[in-house]
């Protein structure tokens, strides 16, 4: 087998295995499959975690987890899919991120790790055993990744400093309760 075969088969492994993680974590968001909370459930932990507004942020990111995954498992317009993924554990990335990088602590590791997979696999391509090559390329040319990955960019600047404000915000706002709670606000 020569090497470029087994890079290709690299490749489909890490596609298959990144993609139909991501696709089903999404499903969880949107469908309430695999034991996840659906749409509903979603946008109630994603109100408590500060995204605004939670409906619109439960859609996108389960959007972004299960479509950004299938693409990417099956290798279709995989800069978009690498792009939608690192955009979306992004944000994950945001929220755990209070809790240092492990896992085991509540970290950012998981979601760091899967939107680098999502980054490599968008700038490396998909591959010889892929849609994008059965179509030749014609849905991952290197200006569709470079737009697709400065879109993503924005937006997850965007989401992140949307939910740190809120975040913020709520901390005032429970600051503020706690000094009129205790009457006068003096110790």
């Known amino acids: ?7 290709d088969l690299g490749l489909l492994a890490l596609r298959g295995a990144v993609g139909g993680v991501l696709f089903a974590h999404g499903t969880q968001k949107l469908f309430g499959w695999f034991g996840g909370g659906g749409l509903a459930g979603t946008a109630q932990g994603m109100e408590h975690m500060g995204f605004v507004p939670p409906e619109r942020s439960a859609l996108a ?12 498992a099956v290798g ?4 978009a899919a690498g792009a939608m993924v690192a955009g979306t554990m992004a ?19 998981y979601p760091a790790l899967l ?23 014609r849905l991952d040319r ?9 879109a993503s960019a924005l937006g ?3 989401v992140v400093t949307r939910r740190q404000e809120e975040v913020r915000r709520r ?6 309760e706690a000094v009129r709670e205790d009457g006068s606000g003096l110790s």
């Open 171 to 176: 901390e005032a706002r429970a600051a503020d």
């Open 91 to 109: 944000g994950a990335t945001s929220v755990h991120a209070p809790a240092g990088f492990f896992a085991q602590g509540g970290g950012y590791e």
């Open 61 to 72: 990111a389960g959007l972004g987890e299960a479509g950004g995954g299938a693409l990417l």
């Open 156 to 158: 997850a600047a965007a």
């Open 76 to 79: 279709l317009a995989t800069p």
């Open 115 to 137: 939107g680098a997979c999502g980054l490599a696999l968008g700038v490396s391509g998909a591959g010889r055993y892929s849609l994008d090559a059965a179509l030749g390329h």
């Open 1 to 7: 087998m020569t090497s470029l075969h087994r890079k």
């Open 142 to 150: 290197p200006w569709m990744g470079l737009l697709a990955f400065a």
